[in-house]
């Protein structure tokens, strides 16, 4: 039996919420698969479009004329956990249902602890929500004083700061969860990010989204876990990606992604914090391993026949 820690890529989710529910639909399959196999299950997954379109809605709504009070960026964050996490488990309930499988499956809202100090507040990087025309963008900071960048050429997009998670609040519960044999959908979004004021010691919800992968990361430590199971729209990691000499990776020990990482071959928003994040993991780890590949063959990946596998040497 292993414990694997499962991060759902964007392409699992859709853009709006019947679409996520007919692909969670079907992700569910695949995980109950991963169940079916003796193995212990604790899903992460990312949020972005979903915490963006939380908080379009409520600052339409606060500026509307039956005004609702403003929503802070956190909350949006738990409501994004709350409904993902919702329809995740109805699926997996759904499909452990159908298959006989007697096991229970919860969603924990989840708290990530970052350092007020981390320099990522200083350089929001992190785009969220819609994408905005130059002279919308302009407006909206102007109006509300958010942070905007061009991406990709697909627009405009709000930036919040994405620091570095250092602690995961409600570990004890999700190991609990897990250790009595239950699924778990936890840290979604890369978890809600919250400081921590020393001379008091209560936690604050801070505007930041934190990378889920790093977070999946962090988990997978916590937790003990045999495997991070990093899930995206590709089957292998890739060096020279896209070019005429690509070439896909089976492996890679933690020296070579290293030195992979120093030539440029993993980009900034893609690859790069997924590669970072298994080095995370693994590194001083010779027992665990990471890996990457696609969500239609995640159970190929923890078989080792598909995926690239990351691992101390």
């Not at 229970?104 to 990530?112: H, N």
């Not at 930036?159 to 999700?174: F, G, L, M, N, Q």
């Not at 250790?179 to 008091?200: F, L, Q, R, S, T």
């Amino acid at each position: 039996m292993k414990k694997i820690v499962i991060a759902l890529g964007g392409n699992a989710l859709g853009n709006n919420s019947s679409e996520q529910l007919n692909l969670l639909e079907h992700v569910a399959e695949i995980i109950v698969d991963l169940v079916k196999g003796g193995n212990k299950i604790v899903l992460t997954h990312g949020n972005g479009p979903q915490v963006g379109m939380i908080l379009l809605a409520m600052d339409y709504s606060s500026n509307g004329e039956v005004k609702t009070p403003p929503m802070p960026f956190p909350e949006c964050g738990s409501m994004s956990q709350g409904y993902i996490g919702y329809q995740l488990q109805q699926c997996l309930q759904d499909e452990l249902e159908r298959q006989k499988i007697k096991k229970d499956c919860a969603t924990l809202i989840t708290q990530v602890l970052v350092d007020p100090k981390d320099p990522a507040f200083d350089n929001p990087t992190k785009p969220i929500g819609m994408f905005y025309s130059e002279e919308e963008a302009k407006k909206i900071a102007k109006e509300k004083g958010y942070q905007f960048v061009e991406d990709s050429g697909r627009g405009y997009r709000r930036v919040v700061a994405s620091p570095k998670p250092i602690d995961i609040v409600e570990k004890r519960v999700i190991k609990e969860l897990v250790d009595n044999n239950n699924i778990v959908i936890a840290v979604g979004g890369g978890g809600i990010p919250v400081i921590k004021e020393d001379k008091i010691k209560l936690l604050e919800g801070v505007e930041a989204v934190i990378d889920k992968d790093r977070s999946a990361a962090l988990l997978a430590k916590e937790l003990d876990a045999d495997i991070l199971l990093i899930l995206t729209a590709v089957d292998k990691v890739y060096i020279n990606y896209n070019k005429k000499d690509m070439k896909a990776l089976d492996s890679l020990t933690v020296e070579e992604a290293k030195a992979y990482i120093e030539e440029g071959h993993f980009a900034k928003g893609s690859m790069l914090p997924k590669i970072e994040a298994c080095l995370e993991f693994v590194e001083g780890n010779p027992s665990k391993k990471a890996i990457i590949g696609s969500l239609e063959k995640a159970s190929d990946a923890i078989k080792g026949t598909s995926g690239t596998i990351i691992k101390e040497k």
